[in-house]
């Protein structure tokens, strides 16, 4: 049950991963470099809370 929860948190991690990324990509072309920065250290920020 807790390895399967573990891997769960993992998914979970890559999906969000990938949602933020493209949404940088998008925020990148329209010049809006603020969101972006703090979309970088939000997703630091629960990477460091999940894994802690």
Do not use: N, P, Q
């Not at 993992?10 to 809006?32: D, E, N, Q, W």
């Amino acid at each position: 049950m807790h390895s399967h929860s573990e891997w769960r948190l993992v998914l979970a991690g890559f999906v969000l991963c990938v949602i933020i990324s493209f949404a940088r990509s998008i925020l990148r072309k329209r010049g809006a470099v603020f969101f972006d920065i703090a979309l970088s250290l939000l997703t630091i920020g629960l990477l460091v809370y999940v894994l802690r």
